[in-house]
């Protein structure tokens, strides 16, 4: 499980990070992190798919969102018996009325001064 977070979380770390540094065009001195590669690409992908370049990042940003709910409910549904489990022991332990007195009463007074 912790191979397949690597391979999902890695590649969307480069994206994310060319992205950002390209977009503010922090480059370092790399052609390859400037804004006028960073125009150039979104606007080839634009022409290729038929749609305006300025909605590409938050297309990829909805479908980073969708991979990472998906991978939540593979590693949820693989983890299905202690999570059934830890809700049990979490719903049989409910807590006695005299803690919940104690909780809500007024406390200690305070003398006058």
Known sequence: MRTLFALWATPLALFWGWFFLSLNDINFGYVMLSRQLHDFVFQLYGQMLGIDPAIIPGMVARACIFDGFL???LWAFRRRRNIMAW?????????????VGQATGAGPELPAE
Do not use: H, I, T
């Open 87 to 99: 809700v049990r022991r979490q719903a049989g332990n409910p807590v006695p009325s005299d803690r």
């Open 71 to 73: 991978l939540m409910a």
